[in-house]
């Protein structure tokens, strides 16, 4: 269920390459392959012999790309950006990579994730005379690298990212090389490949490096910084006070299935949480089905794991990957449907499991349940192939606020209720992080998994009061993770 | 697979809606629904209070309507069209609906299908000095209407009706009225439905209707006009000559999976393809997967069948649902893939059963194939749920030559070495008929199969002798459906 | 003053080239400089090696053409066509050059004028059978050559000229020549050039020769047909009852200044016009201004005669030769204006002669009197530098009605009271006749004088009766040509 | 000849509006009567209750703002900018107004003008961490008032303009007022105007005060300050160290001929220029013309001096104020033209004296030249309404370099051989002077006259080195200003 407004929204995808005449274009395809991770901006850095020159812009990347700009766009190294923006910031100059022209050398810069003390460090600058050119809090780091006292560019840069908390995969180009840099947590994912000619790629997923052609390296690890030249790859450390935490949300709904995480295929790892979820809230029926396209790997494990068969009970249009116009309200209550539709013949009078990776509102929840029904589903049981979302995340994804999430505000049977599902079954946190088995030593699975419990693997700073706020009126009852109505 | 070029092109689809406030904007969600049936342009006339005004364009539906542009088109009335157009023919006066603007009125016209007759019907009309706008066959439709005899414009339709022959599910909107008509085989799909207003909807699939709000009314029958106007809907015959013989690629390909024809859905049509190709050409293997997002319903039926599991193998770009730059040549043969990826954490080491909805070209089944052998994949196996093409369409579907189909040109060996799978299977005729399982009593299971045996329903007219001779230097010499390289 | 909506309106520029490789190009350059002739749709026909192809759509010539569309229309041939639309017909549909495509053979055609005929040829085509693609009048020419009984095109061509009534400036592109054809009473100006390797330049004013660096060869003669193919020119006959009389308002208004038609220079013969609205209502002042751009030959003229200064009064923004965003009537009368301002400095306390070339509806010269006296100006002598327009035009100019002509239904007096003006003075025939000074010896100095006189050269065909009707209700009290408010 | 790459290049428009509920119609109005100062790019921010948001874009006004997204910017103050930028450096960042954005405050700038001293400013504040937005020196303002030690901002701006050096006329837009600065020579035009609703504009121009209805107020003076908020207007100095030295090229050629800067109408002062020309420069010809549209007020000033008819001899296509497209070297060659031709009916057989009001690298001049001898006339003697162009501007005038001026590299008579003109005479210094007739006190009749004479009213700063290289390459030959060939 990708792209709905009430779905989850990732703060970006990056793609970066060094040494090959076809940048522009790799970084085109790689972007295209990222797109998942952001659809309100793209942008792409182009270094032509030292020279940097960007184009950015709203929209898909087939927005903001033809063919004549993009033949433009000749240089061997490139960074790129995908970008998702809250309402209020969707302004062109907050669309990455962002572009820094000094008197004697150019930089650009693009990023995933969110800083927790962003804010801080920009009142702290402002007040010194610092002017920032966009709202966002990726700026920082520039900032923070042209204001250090050391005296070489990579100790600069390794003197800023001291400086800044939260989550964050960072891309930097310059006239000479590439850098990319992760937090100490590894909250985002960032990986490394190899193209056949000897140039490099460091982006969001390998999904993009299939998308380009090239050979998976490694993944970047907490708190490294990688440096990409002429003479080649260099990796270092800006810390050594680095646990990896990697945002769960990532395996349960983000990435594309055919990506691999830390060596974890996501796919894999998602027919795991189905399955899981089977064993936790089984239930009679005659077919499991998925909402398309995020939840077919999960609904897939569960069949599998349940013996019920595995059914195409909804089918998404394939067109809507794209703006499109909305209908009202009104005919919305008409039935007016762009974009899912349930299959009649498969459905009617039959009882369904369906699987869905996540609720965030809960509003595209009701919406399908009432789809099957109308459709003459008999009985709909509703199992998430996650834990209830209840809490905020500061690292990267857009829940700035407890209340957006139904989770933190209904019990289990009050939500089922909303829902008017038969059944409701969410997946726990101790088989999300067997499902994805990634097993580095860290606590958690190695994983984030704050949203679901409120521990969060470091401080919150700017963000510590609003969230004690918020959490003082909510009341978190559940401690069961399954309900059947009635 | 669909919107490849290599794949097959339906050559429209329809959508007519009387009696709602809301008109333009069904047209164009119902036109949504049906945009898998030609990208390549779309258009909609509406009528308000007697007054029709069309607007249509190159390009998807969305690039040809933006909502400043819908918001105009207000009316009680409408029909639209999407087309696929073949190459030469990419020209915006072919683009439908067509518009017909009289001194004393106006029609427009929309046309799924190919006529057989209407090089020599065009000719003999210009010959008297007849102008045609396109260089559509469609239009022969109005033209004929205009210089029938008859005296009411009911008589008029039935008699041009007569004069053409092949196949045609044609909408025709008046300035009182909104006509329906299928040809005499019923090659194309027609549904009728009802807005919960009292308005009708008249379109190409049921999907549409689902989209709409539309509650299925019923299928438009081989010889049948259609008449909606404010005192309601009449069904009267042009002939009675008929025999029901709907596309068989409907089933396999084209149609979406929610829909149902003649009472059969899609999606449950092509997982019994899939469990009777599981049952004609079985397979030691570790897993089954489908192309998505046409073979998902096969791979499914296969798998179940087969008892192996179903797994997702190969990803699909869900934006590329619209234009983007395409790479080069030389890159492509690097490994830039914009549009479909494998699975390697799924498929490597693994002996995949791969199932695909039907060949055309080859050079999709080839490059698949091989995306699967370089992400690791020990065997494929490829299994297709339809029966080999061998002769060419002259009744909507774009194959109009059998040079261009692999399988009128290679043995089974041949192209198996040719796609470098380790067995290849297709699915016979019977077993296609029996998986549809249309219980009317026509031949074939009431299903057009030439394309697979050569057998036509109809006298070919216009398009005998090409035929003739093409098939002269052809040699179909399989009699076998499945073959394994050892 | 030209693009005022309130202003007059010509129906089109035609350019056509044979025999050269920049044919679409030179077509493009030769259109620009007739985009004073139509501003709301354009398009070019190209013929390469025999293969016509258009492209058109509605907006400036530089809204529908690019410089990569431009460069994909290669060929040795072209028609071009600009045109203005009346409110009710600006479809695409209509955009020129027409192309049509036969089974076997493709013309394209673009017309300048307006048929008086056309309504009853359409309605007896129709009722045979016939289907028209435009709701213009210039497409019976097409469908008359069609259905001609003679047996070669020539003679078609030449059969249909003989049908159809009114003023024409025809051209016409086949696969292998480019024909042009003048009406019998030459309304519409057509002029041929050539190229210096040896190409053939047909268009309707020399401005556009001069603009492709082309040589002028001679003017199209009523009732001429021209043929230019590989052969070179052929210039025949189709009809010898010819008698010219050309529009005056290309001289008056339409035509750019740098252009000659029948051998007179448009900007001298608006200079004699000025000169003798000087001689026919002289005034003491202390300067004359001209409307820019279009009345400023007129103002010269008036000032050298007069012996008063010539001077600038007022400056029209260079920029308002394209779409802009109109301001509200809310803040037109709070002095907003977009296009047109009066210089403070030269007119604030002078008595001016303000000269304008023509007045339609009277709302222009309204706002520039108030304009000028808003600015200062002690005195606006308002002299029109040709006859008083009180008829309507039915060969090519977008007067339709005289209710739409201020002369036709005030008394000098009560428009001098309308435009606040010190006095009103307009040309007289006789002195527009002799400034023109065109000697062939027809009628009116070889000028259609009948928007002032009402004395057609020709029958009115299909617009007798609403003539007739519209002139009952009218009453022409003016004799005289001149009035000063005491 | 306004828009020709050869000719001058003014670097920008600047308006401003407060208190009215149209601020921002009323700018795009404004900007619009602006146009001819700049067409690379233009914005708008406006301030709607204290928050400011920005629209900019490459392009003419009219490419930017379309009726939807003016609409959208609703108000009640504004600022808006429609600029010229050389070849390197149209950037969308540099695209004004310039919007900040802090964490506790909006502001937004928009300059005309040029700074001496920005590259020292900027490689200071670099030095110490600052990062710019945009490669446009005017950013500089910014970046010091926030780096005042004062303690309002007031006095934070007026410290920041005492460092600034070079020309400037700056608005600022805040989130409670409007402001405005000029540099302490006023090299840059600057009036206030007010609205009938008590509104106020500031502008560069007076035409732009016309074209919103606004009256004049007074002209900004050399070391001011203006302060408009809701309290009303407030005017201040940051230094009294000034001396008029206004631009003579407004005079000369940039601004429109409607507007008045410092009392005098500029139209009114090229009539004195062109009058000046003739006493100085006399000759026997048959007639003056100018080039239109810029050098036809000098035209009539030598016409009316001299005793010799004015005529247009050159004719301008009307709709060349925007893009269009350019003809290959070859096909100009052929004698394509697309902006302006020759009147041969005027001018052939005729001894022609032309106006152009200044000559750059004179390629326009021998262009023009022969297309009036090709047009056969027989003698043409070039006037220039301006003194030779020998000296580079460094206040916001793009002439960077001597050497792109052709009067600083060739003798009056090697400009006249270059041209192939009869004849070639420039105005003197003094009669410049005298045309303007400013009687301020201030040295030259108060204008900046540096790139005639050298002698530049304030340190160059920066450019001083650069100055002395170039000057020490260079020869300024000439005494004289005319010259005939015999």
Request: net charge negative; glycine share 8%; aromatic share 8%.
């Amino acid at each position: 269920m990708q792209l709905e407004v009430s779905h989850l929204n990732e703060e970006c995808g990056v793609f970066g390459v060094w040494g090959t005449p076809d940048a522009a274009f790799l970084t085109y395809t790689g972007l295209f392959s990222l797109q998942h991770r952001g659809q309100e901006g793209a942008g792409i850095t182009i270094n032509n012999n030292g020279q940097l020159r960007t184009k950015r812009d709203l929209g898909l990347l087939n927005d903001v790309f033809n063919a004549v700009e993009l033949e433009k766009l000749q240089g061997q190294a490139a960074i790129g950006h995908v970008r998702y923006s809250t309402a209020g910031s969707n302004l062109l100059e907050n669309i990455q990579p962002l572009p820094f022209n000094f008197s004697d050398t150019q930089f650009a810069l693009a990023h995933n994730g969110n800083l927790t003390n962003a804010q801080t460090i920009r009142q702290t600058l402002e007040s010194r005379g610092a002017i920032y050119q966009s709202s966002s809090d990726s700026e920082n780091l520039m900032h923070l690298i042209r204001l250090s006292k050391e005296t070489t560019l990579d100790e600069q840069i390794k003197d800023a990212l001291r400086q800044i908390k939260g989550g964050f995969a960072y891309l930097l180009l310059t006239k000479d090389s590439l850098y990319a840099a992760l937090d100490p947590n590894g909250f985002r994912p960032l990986v490394v490949g190899k193209l056949s000619n000897g140039g490099f790629v460091i982006c969001s997923e390998t999904c993009a490096l299939s998308a380009v052609g090239a050979t998976f390296l490694c993944d970047v690890q907490p708190g490294q910084l990688l440096k990409i030249d002429n003479n080649g790859l260099a990796i270092s450390t800006y810390t050594t006070d680095t646990q990896l935490a990697i945002c769960s949300m990532e395996f349960i709904y983000f990435a594309r299935p055919d990506s691999d995480i830390y060596g974890v295929n996501v796919h894999s790892a998602r027919k795991r949480m189905g399955a899981l979820l089977a064993k936790e809230h089984p239930v009679k029926a005659d077919m499991v089905i998925g909402v398309p396209n995020s939840s077919l790997s999960a609904a897939m494990g569960y069949a599998q794991e349940s013996g019920l068969p595995y059914e195409m009970g909804l089918v998404k249009n394939q067109y809507s990957g794209r703006t499109f116009i909305q209908p009202t309200k009104k005919l919305r209550e008409q039935g007016v449907n762009m974009k899912l539709s349930a299959v009649r013949g498969v459905v009617a009078g039959k009882r369904v499991v369906l699987v869905d990776d996540s609720i965030v509102r809960g509003t595209t929840s009701r919406r399908i349940v009432k789809l099957l029904k109308d459709a003459g589903a008999a009985e709909v049981h509703l199992r998430i192939a996650s834990p209830e979302l209840k809490y905020p995340c500061f690292y990267g994804i857009d829940i700035q606020h407890a209340s957006e999430l139904i989770a933190a505000n209904q019990t289990l049977t009050e939500m089922c209720q909303t829902f008017s599902s038969d059944s409701l079954g969410f997946l726990s946190v101790p088989s999300l992080i067997q499902a994805v088995g990634l097993e580095t030593g860290a606590p958690n699975g190695s994983l984030c998994v704050a949203y679901f419990d409120g521990n969060y693997p470091t401080p919150l700073y700017d963000y510590q009061k609003q969230y004690n706020e918020e959490q003082n009126k909510l009341h978190h009852r559940d401690v069961i993770t399954g309900v059947t109505m009635s």
